[in-house]
């Protein structure tokens, strides 16, 4: 991984990081190379955080019972999971799910896939990757939103496990929601151009995002230690605090110091919030994106 420094008072970023040796030879990528990138460095980066999950919990591959893995900026098939499988070692029985196309806000509707899993199956152990390489998504011209998407975003991965044992002082979920405004699709999605994804990005999406996460902390009722929000970018974040009481903190650091991840911002904030606030006991977690849809959760213990 390379740090690419950015040198922007205004944009909120400081640094990027890219599954590159180098970020020059990405301008002269056609759509074959990028899709080469994507099968070659993201299977290597989810099972990178994957296996770092296990190191912290003191798990093993082997005790996996399924895994979950969400990406937006590439295509395989097998997808992410049979290759991050095959790379750590998991069973052979272990369950795999991978979903796609669900943008930069993936995370939370995975993890309500993994709240599913774990009702049917108690006493399982579930990981969950959200991956994206946006590197091997690169697409550059005059457009605007392309402008602001190529200064946004960077490649990362995040993983989690998950388990119902119901210990004492163990993190829950509930009260998953989420809202779909199909009539704003065009505002912020993937279109193919010339074999390569292209990111459609509309001025307005600051202001979705704000009206849909308003939407949602309404409806829950959530009074919780801190929200925990996608990273998105200066202007979400500022539209965001418009709305909500909180100040977004953890938020604001990830992108400060990785831009947009895509899907993986949550769960970095999340993983800071958790890391500097041992005596937290509810947290609300938003995420949006791609559709437009926005999600959110509460953690609480």
Request: with cysteine; proline share 4%; net charge negative.
């Amino acid at each position: 991984m390379v740090g690419k420094i950015l040198k922007n008072g205004t944009s909120g970023i400081e640094r990027r990081n890219f599954a590159l040796d180098e970020i020059g030879p990405v301008f002269n990528r056609g759509a074959q190379q990028l899709n080469e990138a994507f099968e070659r460095d993201a299977p290597a980066l989810g099972a990178d955080a994957l296996t770092k999950a296990l190191a912290n919990a003191g798990a093993a591959p082997g005790e996996i019972d399924a895994l979950f893995v969400c990406t937006c900026t590439g295509y395989l098939c097998p997808g992410l999971t049979s290759h991050i499988a095959e790379r750590i070692g998991l069973r052979a029985n272990t369950y795999l799910a991978d979903l796609v196309g669900l943008g930069c806000g993936a995370a939370i509707p995975t993890m309500r896939a993994v709240e599913g899993f774990l009702a049917a199956n108690p006493g399982s152990l579930v990981a969950m990757v959200a991956v994206e390489l946006c590197s091997a998504a690169f697409f550059l011209n005059d457009d605007p939103g392309v402008l602001i998407s190529m200064c946004l975003f960077g490649d990362g991965a995040a993983a989690a496990l998950w388990s119902a044992d119901g210990n004492e002082g163990q993190w829950r979920t509930r009260g998953f929601d989420t809202v779909h405004r199909p009539d704003e699709r065009e505002r912020i999605r993937f279109v193919n151009e010339d074999g390569r994804l292209k990111n459609q990005l509309d001025r307005a999406v600051p202001t979705l995002a704000a009206e849909a996460v308003a939407d949602l902390f309404a409806r829950s009722g959530a009074r919780p230690d801190q929200v925990i929000a996608h990273s998105g970018g200066r202007d979400v974040i500022d539209a965001l605090e418009a709305v909500i009481p909180y100040q977004l903190s953890e938020t604001r650091d990830v992108l400060r110091d990785h831009g947009n991840l895509s899907s993986p911002a949550l769960l970095f904030a999340l993983e800071k919030r958790l890391s500097q606030h041992p005596y937290d006991r509810s947290l609300w977690l938003t995420s949006f994106g791609a559709g437009f849809a926005a999600h959110s959760c509460e953690l609480c213990r």
